[in-house]
């Protein structure tokens, strides 16, 4: 088959034919349909952490069963159309039964992320407890969507996210792209998001930002308290990069809350004495549930959630490495999909 190969720390990915996955009997073997770039990759791509060469990356993806293993969980037949939870677990622990926390099953081994070859390619194995159908009415390009949806859905539900909330969401990248949707869609009054770019800070109107700032020409605290009429509630760090933790530290009201979602790769430090005078709630939010899954694919189907205006445009093999190593420097792109059969 062929994949998108990482050969080395700041190497463009390599267009390769490598041998086809061969899932073990509790998987499903799965074509991808799409597979969307994230900025995680990218990140890994350039540092090497994780990765070593011949490594497939890829964590959101979707695609159709092409083989059923013998002792597969649940009723899968091959042509089914799937969404991708990117964990191969146990399926028996107290993680896996609690709705399908799959990054602390102790078994759990992440697909795309060194260990196992992910969405990058034409085939990949999946775990057939971890994937969730998608109906006729979501498109491919919006199951690959369904992973970093369900990030931001996590993010929101971990938050104490009142009706009529102001909600500030610092960077609108696709995950603060998805704060921005599920924020509104769970009733908050104000959601303003912060972000340089201005194409981003469009997008973040299409999906449901009742405000924008740009942090490079205004003052965030006095453009939010225009806004939304006083300071945030909650505040969703979704950058991660350091000193947005202080930022947030200052910028959310007392007995406020901020949810750290954003992947910071370096040491930051912050101010303890200023969160503790605030007496400020930090919580930190990581990936999902598999429950998150089906609830993000459910919104999709009934039509209650939209997220194709994150999507800037699909790409083959033939375009991929391009379009990933475009991806690194700021412009216009939000999220890019590989189409295999493009």
Sequence with gaps: MRAAVFTGAGKP???????DPVPEPDELLVRVTASGICGTDLHLSDSGAMLSPGSVMGHEFAGEIVAVGAQARGDWRPGERVAVVPNL??????????????MYCPSAR??????IPGGYAEYARAGSGEVVRLPESVSDRLGAMVEPLCV??????NADLRGGARVLVIGAGPIGLG???WARFHGAGHV????????????????????????????????????????????????????????????????????VVGVCMEEDRWSPQMALAKAVTLRFSMAYRVRHFAQA?????????????MISRTVDFDGFSAAFE???????????????AA
């Design 179 to 181: 704060v921005t949707l």
């Design 297 to 309: 694919v459910g919104m999709l189907g009934a039509g209650r959630v939209d997220p194709s205006a």
């Design 13 to 19: 990915l390599a267009i390769e034919r490598i041998p």
């Design 110 to 115: 992440a697909l795309g992320f060194g260990e």
């Design 192 to 259: 303003v998001v912060s972000e340089r770019a201005a194409g981003r800070r469009e997008l973040a109107a299409a999906l449901g930002a009742t405000g924008a700032i740009d942090p490079g020409a205004q003052d965030v605290a006095s453009a939010f308290e225009r806004e939304a009429g006083g300071p945030p509630d909650v505040v969703f760090e979704c950058v991660g990069v350091p000193g947005l933790i202080q930022h947030a530290i200052d910028l959310v009201r007392p007995r406020g809350e901020i949810v």
């Design 152 to 157: 931001a859905l996590h993010a929101v539900e």
């Design 89 to 102: 677990v146990c399926g028996r622990c107290v993680a896996c039964l609690d709705g399908g926390d799959v």
């Design 326 to 340: 475009a991806l690194k420097q700021p412009g216009s792109d939000c999220k890019v999909i590989l189409g295999p």
